[in-house]
């Protein structure tokens, strides 16, 4: 392989398949950017709900939603159970009609949703909290089934790399609850009556979505064999026990912090959760963006996918080492700034949870790489190992450390399953070589991170960016990053700037 930067072997002359390669590269730039900042978009609303309601309903009520969140999100799996990865991938190989796709995915789905709510329903009996809280449950249950619904149609725009769609129907939705919730709370609604305008709203918008499908992939072909939507559900098995197993490790934390400690507990430990939630999931969107040229690329280009796997983690890198230490030198001032001074433990919290910047931003970004390369079922078993880790480290955690004891715990899981995708990836496109970078990114965060912790004076829009700008600098004066990542970061501004793909790469 060359040593230069892909960039340049795409764009070298005479490249047997330069041209294609280079307007691949546009293509996930442009997916990548439209992804980020339409989806960023919507969780900033998302998390400005999750403020208001956090200072207005204090501990115990963002406890309360955050619980039911977490128990809701299990169940909704179920209206999907895989099919969404499963569409991206099978879809993006296939050039002839989606109609029988379409049908499949929606009968399914139907199925699907109405065994999850008969469940839901049985076990929020069952659940040791108070009736403000299992009402809760049940209207964030409607909710989350309504919203899987959503994203299972916008998974065909999402195979076919028209990503702006697929964002926009989740805008749509995040930005409208999250206006309507915030207005409920702050006129002195109370928390379930803010809360009720997600199920509301969500149930607009699988409409929406359904006739935005049709019309640009036709009428749904419902009249398929029973056969059809067997081989369906099979096929997508794996892909929904690596839900539910993400899930149960994402998730199981909070569970049992609600069962073993208080919801006021809860509240403490998900508003941390939150912020870094909000960061990690960056490599997400990069994830979904390069994940259906990462499949055609396994099919018939696996020199490029190697390529793209190792630009990709390269990057990460780059991004994810500042991210992390910044928000562990920055958490006492945003706690307060963020959840009022209701919330002190937080900080402890959020500096351990930092992290996960690093680590769950890893972890997603190899996920998808594994399944370009059909390796669903060995991510299942990856994630099968952690998050059996993950449970018996959060027993025993919790009871002995309370609250921090859940950070210990998920932050080894976490670590655990990202060791045990790089060993699953090796076997199929080799190591991501990233000890290049790690000497630049821990370099430039060095240079920015001592600074920031003793400006305790200077207000938070003064200091970070300037931390940004001292760290592009530190980058800059090493050589292969400012050929490489700092160009591709050039290229990324004139696409979004050009608004197509034009020049997306260097030439």
């Known amino acids: 392989m060359s040593a230069r930067s892909e960039p340049e072997a795409w764009a070298e002359p005479g490249h047997e398949s330069a041209r ?27 998390f ?64 699907y949703s109405v065994l999850g709510l008969v469940l839901l329903w049985l076990v929020a009996g069952w659940l040791p909290i108070s009736e403000q809280g299992r009402t809760i449950v049940l209207l964030l249950g409607f909710y989350q089934f309504a919203y899987r619904l959503t994203y299972g149609m916008a998974s065909f725009f999402v195979a076919k790399e028209r990503m702006g769609v697929a964002a926009g129907l989740e805008f749509a939705l995040r930005s409208v609850t999250a ?4 207005g409920i709370a702050l006129s002195g609604g109370g928390l379930v009556l803010a809360v009720s305008v997600l199920p509301a709203v969500a149930s607009i918008e699988v409409l929406v979505a359904f006739a935005l499908a049709v019309r640009q992939f036709g009428a749904p072909r419902l009249r398929v064999s029973p056969a059809a939507l067997i081989d369906t559900a099979k096929r997508a098995l794996p892909y929904g026990l690596s839900g539910v197993l993400f899930q149960l490790q994402s998730r199981v934390d909070v569970f049992l912090i609600g069962l073993i400690l208080t919801e006021a507990a809860v509240g403490v430990y998900t508003a941390a959760f939150r912020v870094v939630f909000l960061l990690s999931f960056l490599t997400y969107y990069a994830g979904v963006a390069i994940f259906p040229a990462a499949s055609k690329l396994f099919a018939d280009s696996p020199g490029r996918l190697q390529s793209l796997y190792r630009d990709a983690s390269r990057l990460f ?51 998808f790489f594994l399944m370009a390369c059909d390796g669903q079922l060995e991510r299942v078993k990856c994630q099968w190992i952690a998050a059996t880790a993950n449970v018996l480290l959060n027993l025993a955690c919790i009871p002995l450390m309370g609250v921090m004891g859940a950070v210990v715990a998920v932050s080894l899981a976490e670590i655990l ?26 370099l ?23 931390a940004v700008i001292v760290y592009v600098a530190v980058l800059f004066g090493f050589r292969d990053v400012r050929r490489s990542e700092l160009m591709y970061a050039v290229q990324w501004l004139r696409v979004r700037m050009a608004g197509n793909g034009a020049s997306a790469l260097p030439s």
Do not use: H, W
Not at 317 to 339: K, Q, S
Not at 449 to 465: C, E
């Open 317 to 367: 890198v780059l991004l994810g080492v500042p991210a992390g230490a910044g928000v562990a030198v920055l958490a006492p001032r945003l706690v307060p700034l963020i959840f009022g001074n209701g919330f002190a433990e937080t900080v402890a919290v959020l500096q351990g949870l930092a992290l996960l910047v690093v680590v769950t931003g890893a972890k997603n970004l190899l996920s």
């Open 48 to 111: 400005v709900l999750f403020v208001v309601l956090s200072r207005i309903f204090g501990q115990d009520g963002i406890g309360q939603y955050s619980f039911a969140m977490a128990v809701t999100g299990f169940f909704a799996l179920f209206a999907d159970f895989g099919l969404y990865n499963l569409t991206i991938k099978e879809a993006s190989r296939e050039d002839g009609s989606l109609a029988e796709a379409f049908g499949i995915s929606l009968i399914l789905r139907g199925l």
């Open 179 to 182: 206006i309507a919730g915030v």
């Open 20 to 46: 294609t390669a280079k307007d691949g590269g546009s293509r996930i730039l442009k997916n990548f950017s439209t992804l980020t900042v339409v989806k960023l978009a919507s969780d900033v609303f998302t």
């Open 444 to 466: 430039a965060t060095a240079c920015f991170a001592a600074p920031v912790a003793f400006m305790g004076t200077l207000p938070l829009l003064l200091i970070v960016p300037g």
């Open 417 to 442: 399953l990202v060791g045990l995708l790089l060993a699953k990836l090796r076997s199929r496109i080799g190591t991501p070589e990233i000890g290049s970078r790690l000497v630049p990114a821990v």
